[in-house]
């Protein structure tokens, strides 16, 4: 074909149009896109894939290994917890290590199955910020809940008591009896664990 085959047949002022398709590397790019979608959409909403606010926590989580060194004799007192509550970031970091480390007991939602509910008022241990920090930390003589010292260092500890603080009074359903002394919990508004921020490239 010639271009004056493809020439449209309308005209506008004196101003012809021509149909050129698509160059062929261009449309290849375009399908091949279209099919690349739809894997990634498989592995990141279907299959195994992590959800984007699970990689933000990985992420989060590394950054808090890389500073571990820094804090290594950070001084953990009720207040620093208290401020960690607040941090959504540290949070949705401390999320991730409570669903590798801590559900397999706890649940991810906390509630409890074989073991204490952490999302009630009631605590076996003490329900303030440093109580649990110290349980976690120490762990409990004769039971399951070990001493976390070695395996999570002070500052995921301290950041863990944290993530336990915002759990505190949520009583999520279907979670196990309460134990223990019910703690007038002194709630410090705990973040919305969301998505990472706008502009978080996956
Ligand atoms: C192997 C099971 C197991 C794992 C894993 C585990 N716990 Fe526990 N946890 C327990 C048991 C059992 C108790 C109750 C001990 C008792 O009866 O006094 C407990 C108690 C607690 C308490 C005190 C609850 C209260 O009422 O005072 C806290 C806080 C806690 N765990 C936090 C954690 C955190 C945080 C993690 C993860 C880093 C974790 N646990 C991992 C079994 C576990």
Redesign the pocket.
């Given at each position: 074909m010639s271009d004056q085959d493809r020439l449209l047949d309308h005209e506008y002022d004196g101003i012809q149009e021509f149909d050129n398709p698509l160059p062929g590397w261009w449309v290849y790019v375009f399908w091949a896109s279209i099919i690349y979608s739809g894997f990634y959409w498989m592995y990141y909403e279907v299959g195994i894939g992590p959800t984007v606010h699970e990689e933000y926590g990985m992420e989060a989580v590394a950054v808090m290994d890389l500073l571990a060194e820094k804090y290594a004799d950070l001084e953990v007192t009720e207040q620093a917890i208290a401020e960690k509550m607040a941090d959504s970031t540290f949070m949705n970091g401390m999320s991730t290590?409570?669903k590798k480390?801590?559900a397999?007991?706890?649940h991810t939602s906390g509630r409890g199955d074989?073991?204490?509910n952490?999302t009630d008022d009631?605590?076996?241990?003490?329900?303030d910020l440093m109580?649990?920090y110290t349980?976690?930390r120490d762990g409990?003589a004769g039971?399951?809940?070990?001493s976390?010292q070695a395996e999570?260092g002070p500052l995921k500890m301290l950041g863990?008591?944290a993530?336990?603080g915002t759990l505190r009074g949520k009583n999520v359903n279907g979670g196990r009896a309460p134990?223990?002394i019910k703690y007038d919990i002194k709630i410090i508004k705990p973040p919305e664990i969301t998505a990472p921020p706008a502009g978080t490239k996956k």
């Open positions: 290590i409570f480390k801590c397999t007991c706890h074989a073991c204490p952490l009631f605590w076996v241990h003490g329900g109580q649990i349980t976690i409990v039971k399951e809940m070990k976390w999570l863990m008591a993530y336990v134990e223990g």
